[in-house]
């Protein structure tokens, strides 16, 4: 079982900037990769940016309308990722939830219990 811990959400306006957190433990965390997907109202969750184990190290990929403005990171010893989230927009607004899969034959998902960003227009 894994739990994980998230921080950072709260009220920007547009423009501004916020910084998720995600600390996760229970189990190994350095080869399994580690990100972010929000919810909005009356929507489905949807994919923000995560980070990817390999054997040369973390890679990151980010839906398109993150690619710019939002930049995901990830601790050496695997348990924490952050999520630099600039020039946000009202549309950016959701319920933001950290996200550890686990690959294999049998893929497992754990997911926090997010946090709330919303940006005022």
């Known amino acids: 079982q894994v739990q994980m811990v998230e921080s950072g959400g709260g009220v920007v306006q547009a423009g501004g900037s916020l910084r998720l957190s995600c600390v996760a433990s229970g189990r190994t965390l350095v080869n399994v990769d580690m990100g972010w997907y929000r919810q909005a109202p009356g929507k489905e969750r949807e994919f923000v940016a995560m980070?990817?184990?390999?054997?040369?190290?973390?890679?990151?990929d980010y839906d398109d309308f993150a690619k710019d403005r939002f930049t995901i990171s990830r601790e050496n010893a695997g348990n924490a990722t952050y999520q630099e989230m600039n020039r946000l927009k009202p549309e950016d607004t959701a319920i933001y939830y950290c996200n550890v899969h686990v690959p294999g034959t049998v893929p497992i998902d754990y997911w926090g219990q997010g946090t709330q960003v919303t940006v005022s227009s």
């Open positions: 980070t990817r184990w390999t054997w040369r190290g973390y890679t990151s």
